[in-house]
Nanobody, 127 residues
Framework: QVQQLGGGGSVQAGGSLRLSCSAHIQRDARMYCLGWFRQTPGKEREGVALIGGNDDIYYSDSVRGRFIISEDKVANTFDLQMNSLKPEDTAKYYC?????????????????????WGQGTQVTVSS
């Protein structure tokens, strides 16, 4: 029900990439949350951006001002536009969806609240 549509790859610092995910979930009123997370080996999964059914958007401090999350409710997709990429953005990126709850900033730190996960895509930023 959540599938990553690609968009990862390798880029030099300062470059851009766009990740896409399809999310065929039942959107109960506005009670759902769509998120992008990333993970590097040996570290916990980190939430970087969320968009909720209430249209609220949240970013982690590390990506605010550089990444943009958006949702296409007709196509059932959501994207992460990543600009001004840095080597520290290198990670495997996952999209995720949570149903039945409102989306607030705390959901960036709550990966266990998400019901569905994409398969992940690698993003590598070289200096």
């Amino acid at each position: 029900q959540v599938q990553q549509l690609g968009g990862g790859g390798s880029v030099q610092a300062g470059g851009s990439l766009r990740l896409s995910c399809s999310a065929h979930i039942q959107r109960d009123a506005r009670m759902y949350c769509l998120g992008w997370f990333r993970q590097t080996p040996g570290k916990e999964r980190e939430g970087v951006a969320l968009i909720g059914g209430n249209d609220d958007i949240y970013y982690s401090d590390s990506v605010r001002g550089r990444f943009i999350i958006s949702e296409d409710k007709v196509a059932n997709t959501f994207d992460l536009q990543m600009n001004s990429l840095k080597p520290e953005d290198t990670a495997k990126y996952y999209c995720a969806a949570a149903r039945g709850l409102l989306c607030y900033r705390y959901m960036l730190q709550e990966p266990t609240q998400y019901n569905y996960w994409g398969q992940g895509t690698q993003v590598t930023v070289s200096s």
